[in-house]
């Protein structure tokens, strides 16, 4: 893993390739005045690389989509929307605009490749799936799987359906207690649990049943709770800009339960501030009092 320095030597570089894009005639003063076959710039080099290939790796998808932007840099601000994805999905897999462009052809297509996969899974675990128990099993687990990630085919701008209203309202709106389940992606079995979404509006409110909704779409797809719980909080920044979006989101995960170290009750809390909630404290402080309550 890459260390802090190379971490930190890496997001200077980036700025300076960034400002030198934005001044072109300034391109030669950015640039390292060290010669090519300097050592010291040859581990510079080296530690770009490594990194580069860190995010290859655990955590990053940068084959197979675009992952969750840990901040809304000024480049997602300018193309005007943090949700970086035209099809209105937000953060799309390799496989997600061609589900939600199959025809019913395609759909039985896919779901007959899926049963041949789980009868292959029965026979490896030492069963036999012609028994009578088994017999229809790949065909109801294919279908449930794709009604468990349902959230593909779900844009966003069809979630909302428009529920954004002119409100002259500047105080904190909170909707808690939401029940979610979702698939981890590590293992695909199941975490449970409730969120809470709160945002102060700037002009602009979202009727309430759609802060749920997005937080069924997102939960409908495999996740991992960290990034799910960012992903709501963005994906209501963007439809309304409010002044600031909080989301706090408590789970019970059967990876930790019914495997590996299995600690029943073990509860994962996690929590995405943005805008005021993330800049004043009275105002994350009322929030997080209020969830509690």
Not at 16 to 27: F, H, W
Not at 108 to 132: F, H, Q, W, Y
Not at 187 to 216: C, D, M, W
């Amino acid at each position: 893993m890459a260390s802090h320095v190379e971490l930190l030597s890496n997001g200077l570089r980036k700025l300076e390739l960034q400002q030198s894009e934005t001044n072109p005639g300034s391109n030669d003063q950015g640039r390292d005045p060290r010669p090519e076959n300097d050592p010291s710039s040859s581990s510079a080099s080296a530690s770009r690389l490594s990194w580069s290939q860190a995010r290859e790796g655990y955590g990053f998808r940068p084959a197979s989509g675009i992952s969750t932007p840990l901040t809304m840099s000024s480049r997602t601000v300018e193309g005007g929307s943090p949700l970086p994805d035209p099809h209105g999905l937000g953060w799309p897999a390799k496989s997600t605009v061609s589900r939600l462009n199959e025809t019913p052809t395609d759909r039985a297509a896919r779901e007959k490749i899926m049963v041949s996969a789980v009868r292959t899974i029965l026979e490896c675990i030492g069963e036999d799936p012609n028994r009578e128990g088994l017999l229809k099993t790949p065909e109801r687990f294919a279908q449930a799987m794709m009604w468990m990630t349902r959230g593909y085919e779900e844009r966003l701008a069809d979630v909302i359906n428009d529920a954004v209203f002119a409100e002259d309202h500047d105080e904190m709106v909170l909707v808690r207690e939401i029940d979610f389940s979702s698939l981890c992606e590590h293992h695909l079995v199941p975490f449970t649990g409730k969120v809470a979404i709160a945002y102060i509006p700037n002009q602009l409110v979202l009727g309430l049943s759609k802060l749920a909704r997005i937080a069924e779409t997102f939960s409908r797809r495999l996740q991992v709770q960290e990034r799910l719980t960012k992903q709501i909080a963005i994906a209501v920044q963007e439809a309304i800009k409010p002044r600031g979006v909080a989301v706090v989101m408590e789970a019970t995960h059967m990876c930790m339960t019914m495997r590996g170290v299995q600690k029943p009750g073990s509860i994962t809390v996690t929590s995405c501030m943005l805008g005021c909630f993330r800049t004043q404290q009275k105002t994350r402080e009322e929030f997080l009092t209020l969830i509690k309550k």
